[in-house]
């Protein structure tokens, strides 16, 4: 699927164990001959050599500023890794257990991207990096009822285009705008972070001149300093999907049996995301809908410094 998730796309898509939903597993021509997973869970990465004076604040304030996001997030990324593991069983390896892994690699490491960023302060890169991973978690969500696709592009890929003299691997067309659209949380972040990605006028100018207003126009160019408001709405962003790809991952218990223990802990990250994400004082976002019946973006206490008086900002 190709759609763009409308905004008033109500199409309940949830996961959907492959099992019960009458697929079978064991029907591609490939083989999944081994499956090398991180031995030891999964751990942020370190701070970069070399960041400006700018960036190496950045990186200083938001390790004590959001230390708990932070704690939170590679807490998830530890529980994912170890989750994906249990796909190698010799009952869940195959060919269906490796389309759902194969997004969720991806998922996995684009947060882990968007982190680094975020704590160097390179904030509009990582928005980028924040849509990618509900494109990608999305896609999962929507898999599980579209495992066709899947199928399709694993028979018809590997051949030999002999006029290129090239092995046609093939692009695999996938995205399930539908699961984001669908989902109330995934949507307003995929709509925030499409708005902010893109070159478009009021968010670009959020990055290079956030204290603008009509009567100055104050422009940093590349900046990389401390910013509270997009700090708390990134990490915010990347912990939903984060619950949300574990959440999911549980419903997927044939391909990745993970024991009863691994599964609580998943089910205890999700409730400590949503206890973080419940404080009213973070910065956020929601959908909005003006008097002329438009759906839009409310930004919610966002605000440069933890002291600073949160603002309201319309897109």
């Known amino acids: 699927m190709t759609t763009e998730p409308g905004p008033d796309s109500q199409q309940n898509v949830g996961p959907v164990d492959p099992a019960e939903a009458g697929f079978p597993i064991a029907d591609s021509p490939q083989r999944v001959s081994g499956m090398r997973v991180p031995a030891d869970g999964w751990q942020l990465p370190g701070k970069p050599e070399g960041l400006d004076p700018a960036a190496e604040d950045a990186w200083r304030q938001t390790g004590f500023n959001l230390?708990?996001?932070?704690?939170?997030?590679?807490?998830?990324?530890?529980?994912?890794?170890?989750?994906a593991a249990t796909g190698y069983a010799p009952a869940a390896r195959n060919m269906t257990m490796a389309g759902f892994a194969t997004l969720w690699s991806r998922a996995l490491l684009t947060t882990s991207d968007a982190v680094g960023l975020v704590r160097r302060g390179s904030y509009q890169s990582a928005v980028a990096l924040a849509r990618q991973t509900v494109e990608l978690v999305g896609a999962q969500i929507g898999l599980a009822?579209?495992?066709?696709?899947?199928?399709?592009?694993?028979?018809?890929?590997?051949?030999?285009?002999?006029?290129?003299?090239?092995?046609?691997?093939?692009?695999?067309?996938?995205?399930?705008?539908?699961?984001?659209?669908?989902?109330?949380?995934?949507?307003?972040?995929?709509?925030?972070?499409?708005?902010?990605?893109?070159?478009?006028?009021?968010?670009?100018?959020?990055?290079?001149?956030?204290?603008?207003?009509?009567?100055?126009?104050?422009?940093?160019?590349?900046?990389?300093?401390?910013?509270?408001?997009w700090a708390e709405l990134l990490f915010g962003w990347l912990l939903r999907a984060n619950a949300k790809q574990l959440h999911h991952a549980l419903h997927l218990a044939q391909l990745f049996p993970a024991p009863a223990e691994l599964r609580e802990?998943?089910?205890?990250?999700?409730?400590?995301?949503?206890?973080?994400?419940?404080?009213?004082?973070?910065?956020?976002?929601?959908?909005?809908?003006?008097a002329d019946g438009r759906r839009r973006v409310l930004f919610l206490e966002f605000r440069r410094q933890p002291s600073d008086q949160g603002k309201r900002l319309l897109f």
């Open 67 to 83: 230390s708990a996001d932070l704690r939170l997030i590679e807490g998830g990324l530890d529980i994912q890794a170890r989750l």
């Open 145 to 229: 009822n579209e495992l066709d696709t899947w199928r399709r592009w694993t028979h018809e890929a590997y051949g030999r285009d002999e006029h290129s003299r090239a092995t046609e691997q093939g692009v695999g067309h996938y995205f399930s705008g539908e699961s984001i659209a669908a989902d109330d949380d995934l949507r307003v972040i995929y709509r925030a972070a499409s708005d902010f990605g893109r070159p478009n006028f009021g968010p670009s100018a959020l990055f290079v001149a956030n204290e603008a207003n009509h009567d100055r126009y104050p422009l940093i160019f590349g900046d990389q300093a401390f910013h509270t408001g």
């Open 265 to 290: 802990r998943a089910v205890e990250h999700i409730r400590a995301v949503d206890a973080q994400l419940a404080d009213e004082r973070r910065a956020r976002v929601e959908e909005y809908v003006d």
